[in-house]
């Protein structure tokens, strides 16, 4: 047997730039914060692969948490029943303990690098560096001028809305969900992250990983602006109410848009994404009065298009600036100690099991 992994987006790239949700990739009764310092290329994610494979062979579920601006990175490794968790904590994550000792601390991978050798790039590594920024501005330009796109849009699809009924239809499956449930009493802080992704590669959807675990998934179909996020809002406020774990998955785009929520307590997960799509379905765009929508047709497919053009030229952004990012990884790698580094992660990993008799999820 394996442990099971669940692969998620911990920040993403957004129309108001990088938003990281790094405080809520830490379980609630954590024991160990291991804070991983250095540049590109000094194996942080290297090791943190590393060290999650050897824990899945060992049957421990983790929690692959991808960096949106190259996700064949990790930005942070969960492993859920030792309350263990690395984490990426160099630009532009900047992530230092808060418990510094008792529970999290600083592992510095840059003691295992040539400084000499890497002095003699100094020039060519700061030229970089200030090219990957250049190109990480354009990119949140190309998705700020998507934003109002994306809202005209909407606009054209509420205007052709039937609410009442959406509402109607909200409260029959809140009613329907809940109808054998008790308020427990207790408050449990919902988890917010990222399902999805605006990524060098393009647009790179984890819903179906991050919703392996749900016994029931539903298929939320709509258009912008049919109400798809005060839909799943409604659903997992009650959720939260009756004092049940949630985790709520944002739209990276404009993250006060939900794609995804997942009520653990129930083991149900509803989501937007068209992985699903032959699920059953929650329908809303039964309440579209087309013959509203048609008058705007042309207007709907101009807007898609230049919005289409947007989040391209933005994800072309992405992609030069990880060619940049690629060019200082390899002085980095070059002058490396890796094998100190995997003496390092034997320890790592040592030091993790000891917290096996001592974690409990719940």
């Not at 094998?339 to 790592?348: C, R, Y």
Request: hydrophobic share 35%; glycine share 6%; net charge negative.
């Amino acid at each position: 047997m394996s442990g099971k992994v669940r692969k998620i987006f911990p920040g993403g790239n957004t129309s108001n730039g990088s938003k990281p949700l790094f405080e809520y990739i830490i379980p609630e009764n954590v024991n160990r914060i291991f804070c991983l310092k250095g540049g590109p290329g000094v194996g942080k994610s290297s090791m943190m692969k590393k060290i999650a494979k050897e824990f899945i062979d060992k049957d421990y579920d983790v929690e692959l948490h991808h960096c949106p601006s190259d996700p064949s990175s990790l930005d942070a490794l969960v492993i859920k029943k030792l309350g263990v968790v690395f984490l990426d904590g160099t630009s532009p994550h900047i992530v230092d303990p808060k418990n510094p000792g008792a529970v999290d601390e600083i592992v510095n991978l840059g003691d295992y690098w040539d400084s000499v050798e890497l002095e003699k790039n100094k020039v060519e590594i700061i030229e970089c560096g200030k090219e990957i920024s250049s190109y990480f501005r354009r990119c949140y330009k190309y998705l700020k001028a998507a934003e109002p796109i994306y809202y005209d849009i909407e606009e054209r699809y509420t205007y052709a809305m039937d609410f009442g009924k959406v509402n109607e239809l909200t409260e029959s499956f809140i009613n329907y969900v809940f109808k054998d449930t008790i308020n427990k009493g207790v408050y449990k802080k919902p988890r917010h992250l990222f399902g999805t992704a605006i990524t060098p590669i393009g647009h790179i959807d984890y819903s179906d990983s991050l919703l392996s675990e749900a016994k029931k998934i539903y298929y939320l179909k709509g258009e912008i602006g049919c109400g798809r996020t005060t839909f799943l809002k409604k659903v997992y406020e009650k959720a939260v109410e009756k004092g049940m774990k949630v985790e709520i998955y944002h739209f990276p785009l404009i993250p006060e848009k939900i794609e995804t929520i997942w009520i653990i307590d129930l083991n149900i997960g509803i989501t937007v994404s068209n992985l699903f799509s032959d699920r059953e379905t929650i329908d809303l765009t039964q309440y579209l009065d087309k013959s509203k929508l048609d008058k705007y047709e042309d207007v709907i497919i101009s807007d898609k298009h230049v919005f289409d053009e947007l989040i391209n030229y933005a994800i072309s952004n992405l992609k030069k600036a990880k060619s940049k990012h690629d060019i200082i990884e390899a002085y980095y790698i070059d002058n490396m100690d890796f094998e100190g580094i995997d003496k390092l992660k034997d320890k790592l990993i040592e030091r993790s099991l000891k917290y096996e008799t001592e974690y409990d999820l719940n």
